[in-house]
């Protein structure tokens, strides 16, 4: 009674191979994975910056009581980078207490 594998001419060193093979074709599978991945990932910011989050349109930067706030061109919504929102609340605010003062007499 014969080994099926010796008997095809399918040894234990063609096994051997064809293991290697699996091993590295997994691993440039794996690589091209990580390169598709990385290029959908630049692809994907680059049709986004500077668009407005809502409808996608083109912002635009605009100067609003000496802050700077990107404004949408299609659906005129508001972006505030970090920190602006803060510094246009606190000017108002400073406003609003003068506002107050000059009425207040
Ligand atoms: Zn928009």
Known sequence: MSNLTESSG????????HELDAKALASMRTQLDAKRAAAAAVAAKVAHWLRCPKCGGEMQEQSFENVSIDQ???CKGVY???GELELL???SKARAGLMGRLFSR
């Open 10 to 17: 399918y040894s234990h060193e063609d096994a051997r191979f």
């Open 72 to 74: 949408c061109t299609s």
């Open 89 to 91: 609340l606190s000017h």
């Open 80 to 82: 505030f980078d970090s």
